[in-house]
């Protein structure tokens, strides 16, 4: 039974990658970056770093969420690209995007795509009966530890789970 949750958390996973990377764009450019995560050694780097920033934030949220993730076999991470569309809506809170850049602001339309990206993925694991949790630690955890090789404003990880006990719904 084990074998067949793992292979189809696998699927799934490609699905709901494809289905981030599909999903509506505020200018219709690629302004984020999502990648899987599944070796046990690469979620093991990703936790360890999530515990290391409790101690030194005194975030204590950081360490939930790495217990959390424990359970996990599947990560999906996602982040928005330092991308500026050149529009000048100043929606960033700047008048123009290169006053945003220049002060070292994020594109508002790159953040709200990675937030339509995110919801649109995890309707699918909650259409498919995979438990999942957006967690901002997890995220921040994966870009310290590199696992962007493009230069990301924020990010996001989103585990996984196929259980009988859904793993990130009671959280102390």
């Known amino acids: ?4 949750i793992e292979d189809g958390i696998d699927i799934a996973t490609k699905l709901m990658l ?5 999903a509506p764009k505020g200018v219709g450019r690629d302004d984020i970056v999502v990648k899987i995560v599944k070796d046990n050694k690469d979620i ?13 934030t005194n975030f204590s949220f950081y360490q939930r969420d790495a217990e959390n993730c424990r359970q996990s076999s599947h990560i999906i991470l996602i982040g928005y ?20 850049e ?11 795509d990675a937030g339509i990206a995110i919801g649109s993925l995890v309707k699918l694991a909650s259409v ?9 630690s997890i995220g921040q955890a994966a870009k310290e530890v590199g696992f962007f090789t493009e230069k990301v404003g ?3 990880g989103i585990p996984f789970s196929v ?9 102390k």
């Open 102 to 112: 220049k002060n070292g602001g994020m594109c508002a339309i790159s953040i709200t």
């Open 81 to 100: 690209k330092m991308f500026y569309h050149g529009f000048d809506c100043k929606f960033c809170g700047f008048q123009t995007c290169k006053e945003c």
């Open 1 to 4: 039974m084990k074998n067949i």
């Open 154 to 156: 924020g990010a996001y």
């Open 128 to 136: 498919l009966g995979i438990d999942n949790r957006i967690m901002l």
């Open 18 to 22: 494809m289905d981030a990377v599909t």
């Open 44 to 56: 093991e780097k990703i936790l360890d770093r999530a515990k290391q920033l409790s101690n030194e």
């Open 163 to 171: 259980s009988t006990k859904n793993p990130f719904f009671d959280r």
